[in-house]
Protein backbone atom coordinates (compact mmCIF):
# COMPACT_ATOMS: atom_id res chain seq x y z
CA UNK A 1 0.00 0.00 0.00
CA UNK A 2 0.94 3.73 0.27
CA UNK A 3 2.45 3.93 -3.45
CA UNK A 4 2.95 7.62 -4.83
CA UNK A 5 3.88 7.55 -9.12
CA UNK A 6 5.60 9.96 -10.30
CA UNK A 7 5.85 11.04 -14.36
CA UNK A 8 7.74 11.23 -15.85
CA UNK A 9 10.73 9.66 -14.37
CA UNK A 10 12.97 11.35 -16.91
CA UNK A 11 13.15 13.96 -19.41
CA UNK A 12 14.76 16.04 -21.58
CA UNK A 13 13.48 19.54 -22.51
CA UNK A 14 15.21 22.82 -24.50
CA UNK A 15 15.97 25.85 -22.72
CA UNK A 16 12.86 28.47 -22.50
CA UNK A 17 10.27 25.61 -22.34
CA UNK A 18 8.02 24.35 -19.74
CA UNK A 19 7.94 20.68 -18.50
CA UNK A 20 5.37 19.38 -15.98
CA UNK A 21 5.86 16.72 -13.52
CA UNK A 22 2.38 14.72 -12.04
CA UNK A 23 2.63 12.86 -8.65
CA UNK A 24 -0.15 10.84 -8.20
CA UNK A 25 -1.04 9.28 -4.94
CA UNK A 26 -2.27 5.32 -6.13
CA UNK A 27 -3.84 3.94 -3.04
CA UNK A 28 -4.91 6.53 -0.95
CA UNK A 29 -5.88 10.54 -0.91
CA UNK A 30 -3.51 12.96 0.05
CA UNK A 31 -4.43 16.24 1.42
CA UNK A 32 -1.03 17.52 1.35
CA UNK A 33 1.66 16.82 -1.11
CA UNK A 34 5.40 18.29 -0.87
CA UNK A 35 7.51 18.90 -3.92
CA UNK A 36 11.81 18.65 -3.32
CA UNK A 37 14.91 19.11 -5.47
CA UNK A 38 17.91 17.18 -5.23
CA UNK A 39 21.26 17.82 -6.60
CA UNK A 40 23.53 15.54 -7.36
CA UNK A 41 25.20 14.23 -3.75
CA UNK A 42 23.25 16.56 -1.34
CA UNK A 43 19.87 16.02 0.48
CA UNK A 44 16.58 17.09 -0.40
CA UNK A 45 15.26 20.71 -0.49
CA UNK A 46 11.99 21.54 0.24
CA UNK A 47 10.62 23.47 -2.31
CA UNK A 48 6.62 23.67 -1.13
CA UNK A 49 3.77 22.52 0.20
CA UNK A 50 0.80 21.87 -1.77
CA UNK A 51 -2.72 21.35 -0.05
CA UNK A 52 -5.73 20.06 -1.79
CA UNK A 53 -7.62 22.75 -2.92
CA UNK A 54 -5.61 25.83 -1.72
CA UNK A 55 -2.46 27.59 -2.87
CA UNK A 56 0.89 26.00 -2.09
CA UNK A 57 3.12 27.27 0.58
CA UNK A 58 6.52 27.84 -1.29
CA UNK A 59 10.29 27.76 1.35
CA UNK A 60 12.07 30.71 0.86
CA UNK A 61 13.95 31.11 -2.20
CA UNK A 62 12.12 29.04 -4.64
CA UNK A 63 10.13 31.14 -7.29
CA UNK A 64 6.84 30.14 -7.18
CA UNK A 65 5.61 31.95 -10.77
CA UNK A 66 8.74 29.69 -11.79
CA UNK A 67 7.78 26.57 -10.49
CA UNK A 68 3.69 26.44 -10.58
CA UNK A 69 1.83 23.74 -8.39
CA UNK A 70 -1.42 22.97 -8.86
CA UNK A 71 -3.20 20.57 -6.05
CA UNK A 72 -6.86 20.02 -8.18
CA UNK A 73 -7.65 16.65 -6.47
CA UNK A 74 -6.69 14.71 -3.23
CA UNK A 75 -4.71 12.04 -5.76
CA UNK A 76 -2.86 14.04 -7.78
CA UNK A 77 -0.18 17.04 -8.00
CA UNK A 78 1.49 19.21 -10.37
CA UNK A 79 4.80 20.96 -10.53
CA UNK A 80 5.20 22.92 -13.84
CA UNK A 81 8.51 24.23 -14.54
CA UNK A 82 8.12 27.07 -16.41
CA UNK A 83 10.34 28.65 -19.34
CA UNK A 84 13.42 26.18 -17.86
CA UNK A 85 16.72 26.74 -18.23
CA UNK A 86 19.88 24.58 -17.77
CA UNK A 87 20.39 25.65 -13.96
CA UNK A 88 17.06 24.31 -13.26
CA UNK A 89 17.98 20.57 -14.46
CA UNK A 90 17.89 18.72 -11.26
CA UNK A 91 16.34 15.77 -9.39
CA UNK A 92 12.99 16.68 -8.57
CA UNK A 93 10.77 14.29 -5.96
CA UNK A 94 7.68 14.61 -4.34
CA UNK A 95 5.77 13.31 -1.01
CA UNK A 96 2.63 12.55 -0.22
CA UNK A 97 0.98 12.43 3.09
CA UNK A 98 -2.12 9.84 3.56
CA UNK A 99 -5.22 11.41 4.58
CA UNK A 100 -6.11 8.81 6.57
CA UNK A 101 -2.85 9.23 8.85
CA UNK A 102 -3.08 12.31 9.56
CA UNK A 103 -0.95 12.53 12.46
CA UNK A 104 2.18 13.90 13.11
CA UNK A 105 3.97 10.43 13.53
CA UNK A 106 2.52 8.88 10.17
CA UNK A 107 5.61 8.64 7.22
CA UNK A 108 5.54 10.37 4.46
CA UNK A 109 4.72 8.36 0.96
CA UNK A 110 8.05 9.20 -1.57
CA UNK A 111 7.55 8.84 -5.63
CA UNK A 112 10.72 7.85 -7.29
CA UNK A 113 11.68 10.97 -8.43
CA UNK A 114 11.66 12.84 -12.30
CA UNK A 115 15.15 13.31 -13.83
CA UNK A 116 15.09 16.95 -15.41
CA UNK A 117 17.96 17.65 -18.14
CA UNK A 118 17.65 21.62 -19.60
CA UNK A 119 19.40 21.84 -22.59
CA UNK B 1 15.81 26.29 13.37
CA UNK B 2 15.46 22.36 13.49
CA UNK B 3 18.17 20.55 11.90
CA UNK B 4 19.59 17.53 11.27
CA UNK B 5 23.44 15.79 11.76
CA UNK B 6 24.56 12.69 10.32
CA UNK B 7 28.30 11.66 9.74
CA UNK B 8 29.71 12.40 6.85
CA UNK B 9 29.89 9.90 4.28
CA UNK B 10 30.68 7.58 2.14
CA UNK B 11 30.76 5.07 4.13
CA UNK B 12 32.72 1.60 2.65
CA UNK B 13 32.42 -1.63 4.49
CA UNK B 14 32.78 -5.02 3.15
CA UNK B 15 29.92 -7.40 3.42
CA UNK B 16 29.10 -8.74 7.36
CA UNK B 17 30.12 -5.79 8.58
CA UNK B 18 28.70 -4.29 11.36
CA UNK B 19 26.80 -0.73 10.43
CA UNK B 20 26.57 2.44 12.51
CA UNK B 21 25.10 5.35 10.99
CA UNK B 22 25.17 8.49 13.36
CA UNK B 23 22.39 10.85 13.28
CA UNK B 24 21.96 14.03 16.02
CA UNK B 25 19.03 16.51 15.62
CA UNK B 26 17.57 19.48 17.08
CA UNK B 27 13.86 19.92 16.97
CA UNK B 28 11.12 21.86 18.90
CA UNK B 29 8.66 20.06 20.55
CA UNK B 30 8.34 15.80 20.38
CA UNK B 31 9.15 14.56 16.74
CA UNK B 32 8.59 11.35 15.16
CA UNK B 33 11.81 10.45 13.60
CA UNK B 34 12.42 8.37 10.36
CA UNK B 35 15.38 6.94 8.06
CA UNK B 36 14.32 7.18 4.71
CA UNK B 37 16.91 4.74 2.15
CA UNK B 38 17.45 6.07 -1.33
CA UNK B 39 18.92 3.89 -4.04
CA UNK B 40 20.86 4.68 -7.11
CA UNK B 41 18.05 6.89 -8.85
CA UNK B 42 15.29 6.35 -7.00
CA UNK B 43 12.90 8.08 -4.87
CA UNK B 44 13.01 7.54 -0.73
CA UNK B 45 11.47 4.62 0.84
CA UNK B 46 10.65 4.40 4.47
CA UNK B 47 12.86 1.93 6.29
CA UNK B 48 12.08 2.52 10.03
CA UNK B 49 10.45 4.75 12.65
CA UNK B 50 9.78 5.75 16.01
CA UNK B 51 7.61 8.20 17.89
CA UNK B 52 8.46 8.30 21.58
CA UNK B 53 11.33 8.04 23.55
CA UNK B 54 12.81 4.59 23.59
CA UNK B 55 11.18 3.72 20.89
CA UNK B 56 13.19 0.85 18.94
CA UNK B 57 12.54 1.06 15.38
CA UNK B 58 13.22 -1.85 12.97
CA UNK B 59 12.93 -3.10 9.75
CA UNK B 60 15.20 -5.55 7.32
CA UNK B 61 17.39 -5.76 10.17
CA UNK B 62 17.97 -2.17 10.69
CA UNK B 63 17.69 -0.89 14.01
CA UNK B 64 17.31 2.32 15.84
CA UNK B 65 16.10 3.95 19.07
CA UNK B 66 15.11 7.29 19.87
CA UNK B 67 17.05 8.40 22.54
CA UNK B 68 15.14 11.96 23.87
CA UNK B 69 18.11 12.72 25.88
CA UNK B 70 20.71 13.01 23.41
CA UNK B 71 18.57 14.07 20.62
CA UNK B 72 19.82 10.72 18.48
CA UNK B 73 18.20 8.20 16.36
CA UNK B 74 21.64 6.30 15.57
CA UNK B 75 21.26 3.80 12.49
CA UNK B 76 22.76 0.04 12.89
CA UNK B 77 22.94 -2.79 11.50
CA UNK B 78 24.59 -6.12 12.49
CA UNK B 79 25.39 -7.50 9.20
CA UNK B 80 25.23 -5.49 5.97
CA UNK B 81 25.08 -6.86 2.41
CA UNK B 82 26.17 -5.85 -1.01
CA UNK B 83 22.18 -4.74 -1.44
CA UNK B 84 22.79 -2.44 1.35
CA UNK B 85 24.41 -0.35 -0.93
CA UNK B 86 22.52 2.80 -0.80
CA UNK B 87 21.64 6.69 0.76
CA UNK B 88 20.30 7.17 3.99
CA UNK B 89 18.76 9.89 5.41
CA UNK B 90 17.78 10.54 9.37
CA UNK B 91 14.66 12.47 9.32
CA UNK B 92 12.68 14.13 11.87
CA UNK B 93 9.32 15.13 11.68
CA UNK B 94 8.55 19.01 11.79
CA UNK B 95 5.83 19.74 14.49
CA UNK B 96 2.47 19.31 13.66
CA UNK B 97 0.53 16.75 11.30
CA UNK B 98 0.81 18.75 7.83
CA UNK B 99 4.53 19.25 9.28
CA UNK B 100 7.73 18.32 6.69
CA UNK B 101 10.27 15.95 7.11
CA UNK B 102 13.92 17.63 8.07
CA UNK B 103 16.54 16.39 6.17
CA UNK B 104 20.51 15.58 7.17
CA UNK B 105 22.50 15.57 4.43
CA UNK B 106 22.55 11.90 3.55
CA UNK B 107 24.98 9.13 4.29
CA UNK B 108 26.03 7.03 1.20
CA UNK B 109 26.59 3.31 2.34
CA UNK B 110 29.36 1.04 -0.15
CA UNK B 111 28.80 -2.46 0.39
CA UNK B 112 31.64 -4.31 -0.86
CA UNK B 113 31.71 -8.20 -1.46
Known amino acids: GAVVSQHPSWVICKSGTSVKIECRSL??????MFWYRQFPKQSLMLMAT?????????EQGVEKDKFLINHASLTLSTLTVTSAHPEDSSFYIC???????????????FGNGTRLTVT | GNSVTQMEGPVTLSEEAFLTINCTYT??????LFWYVQYPGEGLQLLLK?????DKGSNKGFEATYRKETTSFHLEKGSVQVSDSAVYFC????????????FGKGTKLSVKP
Open chain 2, 91 to 102: APRDGGSQGNLI
Open chain 2, 27 to 32: ATGYPS
Open chain 1, 27 to 32: DFQATT
Open chain 1, 50 to 58: SNEGSKATY
Open chain 2, 50 to 54: ATKAD
Open chain 1, 95 to 109: SALDRAQYSYNSPLH
